[in-house]
């Protein structure tokens, strides 16, 4: 069974590509929109090898938001979008990983999931073998996770955990 709408923010689409993974949200969401600001986000740098698979990916998925973003004092311009695309279509979840703009949209009554969430559904699901690796490659991709939280997560999913750098 799938879940529904997701509105994915800018983060989570980066962590996904960088892993080759983007194909992962068409198996647990019906539908992925993304707001015109997290497209020009995700646009900016052509140069990245995964440019084209998140253009392929995201183009016919992307919507303007219809009413007025009130939300950029509180949150950039890709999350607050997001927010308002979340209200506006009233969507199922809200794929983001930044803290401070997760806690903001939780206070809007938003069900928010992140990047690890979704690859811990994923591997529940069988539809990866193994979460250190990928977390290997976003450390080395300087995608913010934090150590504890991936080792937690790897010690529920029963892998190896990853070393601290000192």
Known sequence: MKNGLVIADA????????????ELLNHLFDEIKISKAVWKEITLDKSTEFYYNIEQFFKPKVLS??????LTFVMDYGESESVILYKELNADFLLID?????KIAENFDIECI?????LSVVKDKG??????PIFKTFLENNRYYSI???NKLLERHNELKIKHKA
Not at 114 to 118: H, M
């Open 114 to 118: 992140g990047t690890l969430g979704i």
């Open 98 to 102: 930044d803290k401070k703009a997760r």
């Open 148 to 150: 504890k939280l991936l």
């Open 65 to 70: 938001i219809k009413g007025f973003n009130e």
């Open 127 to 132: 539809l990866i073998n193994d979460l250190r």
């Open 11 to 22: 983060g989570p689409i980066f962590s996904l590509a960088i892993i080759d993974k983007l």
